[in-house]
């Protein structure tokens, strides 16, 4: 086999090399010799599976979906951001809009993705020219084309990543060894795109529907799933991006034709519902990314699945975001890399939208094992959760095995409410019921009392915007849904205005209180609306205290713990300071993209670093 040393940007791997944990149920258990050929690997539908999940291989770990890419590439938007003071060379520049190109949180993720598609590559190149694709048993040759669809669904998420974090990425689509050029340039982000959606076109035919591969879950690529990823790039492709030449946020005059195609996949999973569905417990999809499956419904198309307790293979989600554990709790340390933004907490209805308290770490678990609220500034993600996984204080681990929600079924239904309204010149039944049936489930018990819906093309996009940014508050999404539709500025300004608004109790913040009054409680493990009832909090109930003046007193009643709430923002720490504001060294058209590692740089020098940088 041929092989070229390709540093740091695009990585030539030998496609046997790679071992992964035998004894993880979340993906196909196999054995693989240490090295291989491509007429061995290629040859063997068990090799090749091996070289697939090399590829899958380089979704997970630190620097894939298990931490940075996750929880770092997706903040901040006008629901999460990064907590910490500002640093440009580490998480907190990317999540202030302030990265440099020597940033580490950058290079070794970027690495990671050019490597997974050069292994998908490998794959892409070889499997259909195998004698067993070509003229194998039936069987043989149906399993050899799904394995060649998994591979080119794979590339496709890889260049997506790639393409919506730095733009006009370099890209090849052969295997570095049988390449013409070894340190290709910049290519047009387009032209990247519509390849991998001919890609995905092709792969949704030769791979089948989930329940045609039950043993792989959701941890592989089925037709469903593709079919998510291929809307969800059609939208990306369709919407607005900062554009290398103008240095300007534009979309195409054609962008509908890709609204179309967005529609028309999205549609197709809608028709086949036991395939994919709403899951009708909003908190049970992410209780299952825990380990215990309560999603009978597949509402999760695709996870990105986390083992091996290594850094690796495994995730950090739970440790490093998500509820924040105190050390010393029964639970040992976990949680509070992520906070959300003050204000995110008034968007959800105080009492009848479930997600809030399934999205937001309100409270924290203390050294006592109790649940205590915490100030308004100090907010936490709460998707994530130590406690909802098997691992304790016993356990010093890291790595909590917590997997990532890479497409749900919430998003094709919003995706396809979106899609519908844009091609019809407004809200077709059909795009108002598929966003109703997301209101319903986030309101149950409530849900006749769900938002009136907008029938006017700009009111229903204004409420697919703020649908949006309820439903996926802290999976990674809103960001690039606020690029995508040009409003990342707009929305920024936005909630400048509300935050200062909180901050002095102004408009729909007037009845926020200044301090709240709290003690300790026990920690139930309950679900996350009773959870958050059953905080002990002076004057009643959250749902009633954190909606009222209250005492306005600095000094706690008798028991009682002080709680800044609107007290604890100021101008500085929540708004324009230089080191805890609000996004505060985003620049409209030129800080949509990161820079380029300086690495791969120096590494490639036919590569441009992005405008702005």
Not at 183 to 204: C, G, H, M, S, V
Not at 224 to 237: D, E, T, V
Not at 338 to 361: L, S
Request: one cysteine or more; glycine letters at 8%.
């Amino acid at each position: 086999m041929k092989k070229i040393k390709y540093q740091i940007a695009f990585l030539v791997v030998a496609i046997g090399a790679i071992t992964l944990t035998p004894s993880c149920k979340k993906v196909l258990d196999y054995e693989s010799d240490s090295s291989s050929s491509e007429a061995t690997v290629f040859e063997s539908t068990t090799y090749t599976n091996s070289a697939l999940i090399g590829v899958y291989n380089r979704l997970c770990g630190d620097n894939g979906y298990g931490s940075r890419i996750s929880t770092l590439f997706g903040v901040t938007a006008d629901d999460f951001k990064t907590s910490g003071s500002y640093a440009s060379s580490d998480r907190r520049g990317l999540s202030m809009y302030g990265a440099s190109s020597d940033n580490t949180d950058l290079i070794n993720p970027f690495a990671q993705l050019y490597s997974g598609i050069e292994r998908a590559n490998l794959c892409i190149k070889f499997i259909p020219a195998s004698t067993i694709y070509q003229s194998g048993s039936a069987s043989d040759q149906a399993l050899m084309k799904r394995y060649y669809g998994e591979a080119l669904a794979l590339r496709a998420q890889f260049y997506f990543e790639l393409i919506r974090n730095w733009g006009d990425v370099p890209q090849r689509f052969v295997p570095a060894a049988y390449a013409d050029n070894l340190f290709p340039a910049n290519a047009d982000r387009d032209q990247t795109y519509d390849q991998i959606l001919a890609d995905l076109k092709q792969a949704e035919d030769l791979v089948p529907w989930r329940s045609a591969v039950a043993d792989y879950g959701s941890f592989r690529f089925t037709k469903g799933a593709i079919k998510g990823l291929r809307a969800r790039i059609a939208l990306a492709r369709g919407g607005y991006s900062l554009r290398s030449k103008s240095h300007l946020m534009e979309r195409n005059p054609d962008y509908l034709k890709y609204y179309q195609m967005a529609l028309d996949e999205c549609k197709d999973i809608m028709d086949n519902p036991t395939q994919h569905s709403l899951n009708p417990v909003y908190e049970n999809v992410f209780k299952t990314l825990h380990g215990t499956r309560m999603d009978d419904a597949h509402e999760l198309m695709f996870e990105v699945a986390a083992f091996g307790s290594n850094a690796s293979t495994d995730s950090k989600l739970g440790y490093y975001n998500g509820i924040r554990f105190n050390a010393a709790s029964t639970y040992g340390s976990g949680g509070g890399g992520m906070n959300a933004i003050p204000t995110y907490f008034y968007e959800f209805d105080p009492i009848k939208d479930c997600r809030r308290d399934v999205t937001i770490g309100v409270f924290e678990i203390t050294a006592n094992s109790k649940k205590l609220i915490n100030t308004l500034n100090n907010f936490t993600d709460a998707k994530f959760r130590k406690s909802w996984t098997a691992f304790n204080g016993s356990s010093s681990s890291q790595n909590f095995a917590i997997n990532w929600p890479l497409l749900r079924f919430a998003d094709v239904l919003l995706m396809y409410a979106e899609a519908a309204n844009e091609v019809n010149n407004g809200p077709t039944p059909e795009a108002i019921e598929a966003l109703q049936r997301v209101q319903k489930r986030a309101y149950a018990g409530y849900e006749n009392s769900i938002p009136a819906t907008p029938t006017d093309k700009a009111g229903f996009f204004n409420a697919i915007v703020k649908e949006r940014l309820l439903e996926f508050g802290g999976e990674a999404m809103r960001k690039y849904d606020l690029i995508r539709w040009n409003l990342i500025d707009s929305k920024f300004t936005e909630t400048r205005t509300k935050l200062r608004q909180l901050i002095n109790g102004e408009g729909a913040y007037a009845n926020v209180p200044l301090y709240v009054y709290a003690k300790e409680s026990n920690y139930n493990l309950t679900p996350s609306v009773a959870e958050v009832a059953s905080l002990d909090l002076y004057g009643g109930a959250p749902a009633t205290v954190l909606f009222a003046p209250g005492l306005g007193s600095s000094t706690a009643p008798t028991g009682y713990t002080l709680k800044n709430w609107r007290k604890a923002l100021t101008e500085d720490n929540a708004v324009t300071g230089i080191s805890t504001g609000f996004a505060t060294y985003f620049e409209a058209n030129k800080k949509e993209l990161f820079p380029y590692p300086k690495t791969a740089l120096n590494e490639n020098p036919n590569m441009v670093q992005n405008y702005g940088y």
